[in-house]
């Protein structure tokens, strides 16, 4: 087991990552709490909810679960939540567990920070993905018109990442993740860029994911610890974020996952940092190795306008103008502004690249 | 105009209480910011927000006007806000100002809060209850079971408050305020409650209010800074809220306005506490100013188990048990547990002496 301890203004945390470290959760909590809601999607739950709770012989465990999918993480479920936490009469000194993806962490975790002005919560990834979601406090529920609009920055207590299940994932679901992955990678580290773009997905060994998690997670915990509030460098995270998260509110919340928008997305910014500043950037190799692994890349009828719409909800924005975090080189990210015009060149000329490779085929 | 520093633990704030001020709200902005929005009710809307819009000629200043009253603290305009706020265009370097009474402060306060994860707010209190409200960094709503479950702590960037705008206040409103000054007057300064229950409400005068309204906030604001998160001290400002909070729920929300409901609660703890500690505390001349005062003291038909479940709801509550502030003398408040037969036998004995004091008149 591993533990890495990430520095927040409000207190430290703790991150455990580990095979079968879930049924040694009781272990690894400190504090004695009054009751424990574990929060789960249905999928989650059914696979897992039971490891958890056998835990917990002697406490008050409740459980909300909700079904799956970006479509919880909404304002209903959110309050769901709450009249659940009410009901089960959860006080100051209870805990939430998030046990999911980062769906159940985002959601979960926005319940926590304001159930009673703020309760604690311990975020349990499942998912790949979620290595990133489950690190650095930020939690949050959608807006029907934009991702996240609505959330705090409140860090968990713990963060207990049990690798073993991530074994039940989908193949979809080991994509999204990895998405990420690659983001930390190319925003931090060209060797462990190039490591990733060895990988084949459809096998990755069992002591290669967590390898990859635990380069991931240390990029992402260095960079928080630094700028919690995302005031500076944590922007560099969105990279791949401003079209992604676009794309996913165009498309309509679901139909994509997170990190496959998220994938496209890094292949723009690698498509307008070209641009800018003239320089070399793994655009092609990046390219491959996403269509090798079937992401989905097929976009071709875009409406850059509605797109860039949606881009101007993003939270970067400033004076309605798109802020793109864009690479110099690897591991040298910069926020860039972007006005409107520009802006829908570089989608043009992005889509049209992305038709020409496919008629290559 | 008085100036009182605060501090918190994301930053310090100024509160500025003066006459006139609103007019020199420009001025005591520090920062500059891409955009305003100004949340209010109806009524105090009409009274005075063309006097905050006209601080900024230059800006994009635009205007969420909820519906006046207690009910209007839900989450129902609590996402009407983040709708206006995204379809406005506010983004992380935007101001929303909060000008009304507590209703306003507590929601706008919380929306800004969360909105993309948190942006600055300026409380501007426009009635003599909000001087508590709108100090402290308590922002919240409602949830149908229960008072401000939902919420953040989350410091202003400034409170400015102008006493003239009280000026237009109902008698109703005045009494309402006053009561959350009787507490802060009770739970710490013994010369300052004395002076209170010489004030007659129908006609106070200005300099009087203002020296009430300045010495309520030292002692608010002097509480929330040694202890923000409500761990031990603060909680003392709870002083009349356990009843007060369960009578505002079971009577239905705007039935009775806070500070009504809250002087109740203030009587019953000094009745609590007179039979805990055996002490001869200011019962009687505190139930002769607030029938002098025409405050509402008549509930003689309670449902104690009902009001004992709502009282079950605060957030003070440990172990499912009641936690409830009482005072050992003037200026010693103490949180004590208290169960539920003794606190039934507390309410029977409450109500019947309301009921005997109400006969004789
Ligand atoms: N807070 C942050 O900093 C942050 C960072 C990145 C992403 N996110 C958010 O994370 C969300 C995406 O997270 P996600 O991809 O984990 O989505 P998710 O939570 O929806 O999980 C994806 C799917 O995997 C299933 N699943 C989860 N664990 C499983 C397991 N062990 N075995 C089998 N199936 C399993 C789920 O039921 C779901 O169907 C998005 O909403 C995104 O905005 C947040
Ligand atoms: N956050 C905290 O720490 C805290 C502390 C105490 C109370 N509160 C909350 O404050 C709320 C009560 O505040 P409130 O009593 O100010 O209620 P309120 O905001 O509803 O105002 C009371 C009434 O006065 C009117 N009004 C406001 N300013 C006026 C003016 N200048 N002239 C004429 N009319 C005016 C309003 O329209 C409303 O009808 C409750 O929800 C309570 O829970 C919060
Ligand atoms: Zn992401
Ligand atoms: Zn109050």
Not at 84 to 95: P, V
Not at 109 to 122: H, K, N, P, V
Not at 178 to 189: F, G, N, T, W
Not at 210 to 227: M, P, W
């Amino acid at each position: 087991m591993e533990r890495i301890l990430v520095k927040a203004s409000k207190h430290s945390y703790p991150i455990f990552i580990g095979e079968n470290i879930r049924f040694r959760l009781n272990k690894l909590i400190e504090k004695k709490y009054s009751s424990i809601l574990i929060v789960s999607d249905e999928k989650v739950a059914e696979l897992y909810v039971n490891d958890i709770v056998t835990n917990f012989p002697d406490e008050k465990v409740f459980q909300s679960i909700i079904p799956v999918g970006e479509q919880s993480k909404r304002l209903e479920y959110y309050y769901q939540l709450q009249t659940d936490a009410i009901q089960f009469g959860l006080d100051r000194e209870s805990l939430i567990i998030a046990l999911g993806g980062g769906v159940v962490g985002d959601l979960a975790g926005f319940a926590a920070a304001t159930y009673m002005r703020g309760i604690d919560y311990i975020q349990m990834p499942t998912t790949i993905l979620a290595h990133d979601s489950s690190v650095g406090g930020k939690v949050a529920i959608n807006h029907e018109l934009g991702k996240n609009l609505i959330g705090s920055f409140y860090p968990p207590a713990a963060v207990v990442y049990d690798t073993q299940s991530l074994e039940t994932l989908s193949e979809k679901d080991i994509r999204s993740g990895y998405a990420e992955l690659v983001k930390e990678a190319l925003i931090a580290d060209e060797v462990f860029f190039n490591k990733l773009l060895n990988v084949n997905l459809i096998n990755v060994k069992n002591n290669q994911l967590e390898e990859h998690l635990s380069a991931g997670i240390k990029i992402k915990s260095s960079v928080v610890e630094i700028d919690e509030q995302e005031s500076g460098v944590r922007k560099n995270l969105n990279l791949g974020h401003t079209l992604g998260h676009a794309l996913e509110a165009e498309l309509g919340y679901g139909e994509i996952t997170h990190g496959e928008a998220v994938a496209i997305g890094l292949l723009f910014s690698l498509h307008v940092s070209e641009s800018t500043f003239s320089s070399k950037l793994p655009y092609d190799s990046t390219f491959q190795w996403l269509k090798k692994n079937n992401y989905p890349l097929n976009i071709l009828q875009l409406n850059e306008d509605s797109i860039i719409k949606k881009m101007k909800t993003d939270k970067k924005t400033l004076n309605n103008t798109i802020q793109m975090v864009l690479l110099k080189e690897i591991g040298k990210p910069i926020v860039q502004e972007i006005n409107d015009y520009d802006m829908k060149i570089y989608l043009k000329s992005f889509t049209k690249k992305l038709e020409i490779a496919s008629l290559v085929e």
